[in-house]
């Protein structure tokens, strides 16, 4: 009989089980964009190689009496067209199987993710090797040596290369930095400012798709432009965005009446601070609010009052801090003999009381750099996750930053109110959205 690797989830990942529902699968999609019909005898090839040198991407979810976790496979995984709607649910109690999918339409690589497996940046660095060994594969006789490594045209947000070697099962970084004593930092110490307790914020409501299935909603708009607006009001992109998000739902509300507090969750890529090469989950989560009608409330003023909230909360110190918190209330000892359903009751709970607190959450994977020759082979790049209240993700790749819009909801009025303050800054903006109503599909069939 072989013997099967196994590992306990990080705890990160715990939460993605307990809050998954209907309406939200917890799956998120990475998309990269060819400059041809994607060929998919040949994207299957390079899926095989790919797969091959990430045993992470091997594990199918176990469940035990106290906890879940993830035990290697001899599965393979099938490329397929893309006939299921966006973000469906992949992980399937009953029936175990991979905790990805592969799939493609016309141009289009798409790469599916169950959180609980990875986060954005792992499935980052697997759409990435995909996509090098794909190029390999379909230019080999024209511009990609016949014997390159894809592993040396695999590029990390920025253009850092990753190592192989670390792509494994059981490599858990939250366990490797946040498990033992606290250790000395090279960086300074920063003192958190004093927050106030957090207020109810406003929640954004709206009717939900008929079928459960999450709304998508994708722009592409050159990046330089945006960069250009989030500079000239001397804040990051990040926040830039984030101030447009929280204006554009304003808009739409026509006031937020009672509730005049907007509040967003953003992900904080751990590695940054803290060196991985692990894909599995490594993040840590930074909560941003603010209350209209205290002053300007002009997307400037707010945008910079988010920035001085979120830096001192993104510091190595700070994240830190917060990471050993989860990780000292996971390992509690009460906690560690209750049965795994009780426990995602509980957990359940929390997350229900967290998402009390917020409005919408962000997402910025950032700029990728593919080395030549993948990177001339590749235009937008973007994702976007299931979303059990809006979403908004943002990506640039080849000069055009693409923000993905994802809701439970089939009013859209909040994107076009975003839409419609970009263009009225001069940016030139493109949108495409998926079908989720009856009369929605009645119109793409008679195009």
Known sequence: M???????????????????????????????????????????TALDTTYDRYSLYHAVLRRAIFW??????????EVTTDNQYTCAEIYDARRPGLLFRVVYHHRRINLEVFHALSDGTGALWFLTDL???????????????????????????????????????????????????????????TSSPSMSPTKTAYRVKGTRTPDSRTRAVELTMPVKDVLALARA?????????????FESIRC?????GKSRTLAATVPVNLRQFFPSVSPRNFFATVRVEHTYGNGPDDIGTVGRALDRQFRPKATPEALEKKVRRYAKFERSPMLRIVPRPIKDVVLRVINWVNN??????????????????VESHVGRMGFHVSA?????????HAGLLTVSFTSPFVETDHIREFVRMLTSQGVD?????TRVTEAEFAEDSEI
Request: a negative charge; proline letters at 6%.
């Open 356 to 373: 009390r607190g917020l409005s919408v959450s962000v997402s910025n994977l950032g700029r990728v750099i593919l080395p030549e020759p």
């Open 68 to 77: 879940y976790y993830l035990q290697d496979s001899d599965l393979r995984p």
């Open 2 to 44: 072989t013997r099967r690797n196994w590992v306990r989830l990080d705890n990160a990942s715990n939460i993605f089980l307990a809050a998954r529902s209907e309406t939200d699968s917890k799956v998120f999609r990475i998309s990269a964009e060819m400059d041809h019909e994607i060929d998919p005898e040949l994207l299957q």
């Open 429 to 433: 903006v493109s949108v495409a959205a």
């Open 233 to 245: 009001e001397e804040i990051s992109l990040t926040m830039y965005l984030t101030a447009l998000f």
């Open 388 to 396: 059990v209240r809006p979403q908004m993700c943002a990506m640039s």
């Open 252 to 256: 739409a509300a026509d006031g937020l």
């Open 131 to 189: 996509v090098a060994e794909y190029t390999r594969l379909r230019y080999r006789q024209q511009d990609l040596p016949e014997n390159t490594d894809t592993a040396q045209l695999t590029a990390q947000p920025g253009g850092g290369a990753e190592d192989t070697q670390a792509r494994e099962l059981t490599t858990d970084s939250f366990r490797h930095y946040f498990r033992g004593k606290q250790r000395p930092t090279e960086h300074p110490k």
